[in-house]
């Protein structure tokens, strides 16, 4: 069984500084891991995933997270916050190794940047 | 132009009508997927299919139905027995080529009135 924690809910920071949104996860096997944004009555789209090799992941819009077995963690980050940063942020899980297996969301992040 | 494509974006229903929300994909993707999206809540998987003709439940199956009989195509009917369905509806589709990542449709949202 798997599970995600997304550790708040609503997360405000201001333009220009760093955003970091928390996800941790629960598999009883070696995870595949995916971050997703969603804005405004719109889908989902992939920031970024870990599924094997390198532990840090780069993403689109300048976001990266890192992947840290020992903390079951998958934290994402940004340097700098931009204003069209702001939208709501779903971590995801699935098993490796099966790659058409569903995904188990995290209830979400809605982000906020302050001007 | 390859996507998802979901219809109508917005839908309005009286109570005990059935209704029949579209999710057609030209990925060539097997697998297809609905959720539903209640604030505060994440997404809810409904239904599920990896192959035409063959269909499983989800977390929140009942109250809805789904059909495919077209690798291309997977409705879902939000029938009269579903007691609360005012929700945002994402369709979502995945290839066996890919590692494991869904690609979703633009959402249908949902409102009886």
């Known amino acids: 069984a798997q599970s995600v924690t997304q550790l708040g809910s609503h997360v405000s920071v201001s333009e220009g500084a760093l955003v970091l949104l928390r996800c941790n996860y629960s598999s009883s096997v070696p995870p595949y891991l995916f971050w997703y944004v969603q804005y405004p009555n719109q889908g989902l789209q992939l920031l970024l995933k870990?599924?094997?090799?390198?532990?840090l992941v780069k993403g689109i819009n300048g976001f990266e997270a890192e992947f840290k077995k020992s903390e079951t963690s998958f934290h994402l980050t940004k340097p700098s916050a931009h204003m069209s940063d702001a939208a709501e942020y779903f971590c995801a899980v699935s098993p490796s190794g099966t790659s058409g297996s569903r995904l188990t969301f995290g209830e979400g992040t809605q982000l906020t940047v302050n001007p | 132009d390859g996507g998802i494509t979901q219809s109508p974006k917005y839908l309005f229903r009286k109570e005990g009508q059935n209704v029949t929300l579209s999710c057609e994909q030209n990925?060539?993707?097997?697998?297809m997927y609905w959720y539903r999206q209640d604030p505060g809540q994440g997404l809810r998987l409904i239904y599920y299919s990896q192959i035409v003709n063959d269909f499983q439940k989800g977390d929140i199956a009942e109250g809805y139905s789904v059909s495919r009989e077209k690798k291309e195509s997977f409705p879902l009917t939000v029938t009269s027995a579903q007691k609360n369905p005012t929700a945002f509806y994402l369709c979502?589709?995945?290839?066996?080529?890919?590692?494991?990542?869904?690609?979703f449709g633009p959402g249908t949202r949902l409102t009886v009135l």
């Open positions: 979502a589709t995945h290839g066996w080529q890919g590692e494991g990542e869904q690609f």
């Open positions: 990925l060539n993707h097997d697998a």
């Open positions: 870990y599924t094997t090799g390198a532990t």
